[in-house]
């Protein structure tokens, strides 16, 4: 299943579901000192626990949560800036501080959506259906 490149704020083609988790669980297991005191705020967890993260949220039915939301944000330079039921919840900004992209979730209880004006989703819809055509 393909997502949205305005999911993550990218101006690139389609990215596969997939390949964004895989590179954001290769981005926490890349830096294990540093996400080992992200998972829980305030603690350092094991390696192993990094590793169950990554397993859990390995799996197609799995939503991302709060950690995926901050390696996204940090692999890819994105501020996400999360509302949910109509107010804002919370603005995500990558550790580095460099902003090249931004990109307007709703938290729905269990999972995020995107934000994006019907223009850009109609036209990504347009992509989406054209490079299915071409495989």
Excluded at 20 to 28: D, G, P, Q, T, Y
Excluded at 112 to 121: F, G, M, T
Aim: charged share 30%; hydrophobic share 35%.
């Amino acid at each position: 299943k393909k997502i949205l490149s305005v999911y993550v704020g990218l101006q690139q083609p389609d990215v596969f579901h997939s390949e964004l988790r895989e590179r954001a669980i290769e981005h926490v297991l890349s830096d294990i000192d540093y996400y080992s005191t992200v998972l829980r705020p305030g603690e350092k967890v094991s390696e192993k626990e990094l590793r169950d993260w990554a397993k859990s949220i390995a799996g197609p039915n799995t939503y991302g949560d709060e950690m995926a939301n901050m390696t996204i944000a940090d692999r890819y330079h994105i501020q996400l800036v999360i509302f949910r039921a109509g107010e804002l919840l919370t603005v995500v900004d990558p550790r580095d501080g460099n902003v090249e992209h931004r990109a307007f979730l709703v938290n729905v209880g269990t999972h995020y959506k995107a934000c994006v004006p019907r223009s850009e989703l109609e036209m990504a819809h347009k992509n989406s259906e054209r490079l299915s055509k071409q495989n």
